[in-house]
């Protein structure tokens, strides 16, 4: 190596060192009022999670995806059951997600009652639902049980949690308007469940094929997890099937969730093609989504399931 | 380990060092071992296949030399038939046998093995073949020497920044180069590095974060409007400059670490003032290599042909133009893939190429009429509209997944209207964001040059600070679980 490329080398290298090192400190001071406004939110989605994780002390919890969110109505339960209650759920976060934020939970206290929005095809795998556990990285440094379950992204979360900004990535509006009074009275959030308010329009019911048939193993261990931590800590745990409009026309998933449910002794309740929903479309929003009278219908039945089961 | 994955800085990181502290003369070893594996770490398999063209090309290419200019054409007609019957088994292998069943295995670097059921495209199986092609005709027309240094040959075709997606590096571009010593370079490295953060930013702030929206509309066209469908179709537009342009960047930085410079693919295409000058700023190092092999070559032979002055009452030249740029631009679309959808987008720019020369003296005269100066802002901007409108329609049916999906959505955008769709706003907000500073940086560069800079500013304190705030806006809004790029798949 000449003297000259040499020398070169040493300036690129302190050059390099330095605004490594600035780089280091704007993403400290970033990172840190990020962390700052995300945990001062009081309304949002964002807000929900954290409440989830670490405020709640419901009798009754909801975990699921956006069918739980806008399908499972706190006071009917509160009213049937005299417990407590909160809906976790969230929209587009399914299985692992829900595994983490019941995971989390449970290391604070034991709820009364845990019911469980599945839809069978969750169990197959789906990339978006792993890119999804990056709602949870906010929480990774604070709550190291839930660490395993994020690093199902990818190899390398350790190393990039190291930015400060890293876990708030594309969470500065959602930060900034949760931190606004505007959002509490804009998205009604009555203890975690939103209701919808619209009504479908009257369409065929929608029955598809799924082409890939791929069951993920880390859902089914977060099940059989989630199924074992209930019956050490002597939960009640329910899987529910909610009512759709869409059907899928195997029953490849069904089958090894209900096999599952019953080999571990654990409640599987299927609503999906119950008669009262499948026969009503102004119950829904759409497809997928029960509306409000839906909901509200829905859970008075569910409510009179579990407690005819118990 | 594609670019934006961050085990490829890592990977890019420990080539470069090693790269400078070995010996200089065998750094070009180093680099091909780097190619090896950098190629191993997508579906390694396949390295076999890329070896075993470059072995075949190298002494292929040795013979043609041999054989005389006046008789090598035969020869030339062979080996390009050879190398793209390779591309188009693997292109096209899925359509001929849909139901075929292959047992291949991807490893990742974590030795995690992701069977693979169905027949794939060789990474860079496309770009790979067009460098092979544009080095033997060379030969054929004895404008280069066939490369004698086997490790050199090899690295020519397998030089990992370009392997994945192009540029399309013609030999004389970058053998030469392969020959020189590289030592350390200041100002090259900065400038690689410089590039590739831009790069950066255009494939995770802007390219990705529009993918999200634009699948979102274009995956479920029956349920949008026209407006939707309008903004879908914009921002498709710039996803896909962004991410291929991203992409070059991020190519070019990094073969400039190492002291080499690739040739830019593009020249801020949508200020192109007509469709002409769109192609000088696409893909230039693929649109150059059509005009080069095919283009330029089917005018001659055609030329050659015709001998009457007119067909039809119209000149044979523009009919000349007209056939040779339509097979030229279906071969462009049929190189991007298979179906209706990528044939059509390529007649479409030949029908708009067509008209244009077919026009031009009656643009001229209605130019004159009116006493339009060509070189007038509006006019400028008038023609820079038009061609932007035209490329966006084109890019209709290179997004759309069939021929009737893309007049389905041409139909619903002329005849429903409605209310933008956004399910998140802040998608919307964030894409709106990065297509406005694509836009201005473009501005920037393309009439202020370096007028205004902040990079290449020469205040230290404003370069420092641009290059951070470029990588927090990146870790801020960037999608940085964003996916593939989409020209990997050609």
Known sequence: MTSSAFKQILKFSYRFILILFLILVCDRGVGTILKIFYFRQESGVGYKTTYAID?????????????????????????????????????????????????????RYNPKLIIMDIRPDDIGYSATEYERLSLLLPYYKTHPEIRNIIDYKGPFEKIKVVS???????????????????????????????????????????????????????????????????????????????????????????TILSDLCSENGTNYIDMSNHPVF???????????HLNNDGAKVFSTMLVNKILHTN | MVFNSIIYLFFLAIVAILYYIFPRRIGWIWLLIASIGYYISFIPIFLFLLAGIVFINYFLSKWLAKIPEEKNTGTLILIIILNILILAFFKY??????????????????FRVDPINKMILPLGLSYFTFTVLSYQIEIKRKTIEPEKHFGYFSLYLLF?????????????????????????????????????LWGYFKKL???????????????????????????????????????????????????????FNLTNNFKRPYLASSIQDFWNRWHISFSTWLRDYIFLPLAYSLTNKMKKQKYLFVSADKWIYL????????????????????????????????????????YKTIRKRFNIRKTSNFYTLYKISITFILV????????????????????????SSGSVFYEIPSNLIFAVVGIISLIIIDLKREYFNDRISVLYNKNPFVRIAGIIFIIIVILVIGVLNGGQFIYFQF
């Open chain 1, 164 to 254: 400060a900004i890293y876990p708030y990535n594309s969470l500065i509006l959602q930060i900034l308007i949760g931190n606004l009074n505007y959002n509490k009275e804009r998205v009604s959030d009555n203890k975690g469940y939103v209701p919808i308010l619209k009504v479908m329009e009257k369409e065929k019911i929608d029955t598809f094929q799924i082409s890939l048939l791929t069951v993920d193993e880390n859902k089914i261990n977060a099940l059989k997890d989630i199924i074992s931590t209930s019956k050490q800590k002597n939960i009640d745990l329910v899987f529910v099937y909610s009512p759709a409009r869409t059907f899928i026309k195997d029953n490849f998933y069904e």
């Open chain 2, 160 to 196: 990992f920044p370009k392997i994945a997606q192009g540029p399309i590096e013609r030999p004389q571009q970058l053998i030469p180069q392969l020959h020189q010593s590289h030592s350390f370079n200041y100002d090259m490295v900065v400038d690689g590095l410089k590039l590739m």
């Open chain 1, 55 to 107: 405020s709640t002390v419901a009798d009754v919890l909801i975990f699921g995806s956006s069918r739980a969110n806008h399908g499972y109505v706190p006071e009917i339960f509160e009213d049937s059951l005299h417990y407590s209650f909160y809906n976790t759920g969230r929209d587009g976060n399914y299985i692992l997600y829900n595994y983490a934020i019941l995971k989390a939970i449970s290391g």
């Open chain 2, 323 to 362: 056939m040779a740029i339509m097979a030229t631009f279906a071969i462009c679309g049929i190189w991007h893939g298979v179906g209706w959808t990528y044939l059509t987008w390529g007649i479409l720019f030949g029908v708009y190429l067509t008209y244009s020369n077919w026009t031009k003296d009656f």
């Open chain 2, 392 to 415: 966006l329609f084109a890019w209709i049916f290179f997004r759309a997944d069939s021929l009737n999906e893309a007049f389905y959505i041409i139909k619903k955008i002329f005849t």
């Open chain 2, 93 to 110: 292998f899925n359509n001929i046998f849909p139901d075929n069943q292959v047992h291949l295995y991807n490893v990742d670097f974590f």
């Open chain 1, 278 to 288: 499948i026969n009503n479309h102004l119950y829904f929003a759409d497809k997928d």
């Open chain 2, 205 to 259: 702030v802007v390219a990705d974060r529009l993918a999200i929206y634009v699948n979102a509309v274009y995956n479920n066209s029956e349920h949008h409007n026209g407006t939707t469908l309008i903004v879908a179709t914009i921002f498709f537009a710039f996803q896909i400059y962004a991410d291929f342009s991203g992409y070059t960047d991020i190519a070019l930085g990094s073969a400039k670490l190492f002291g």
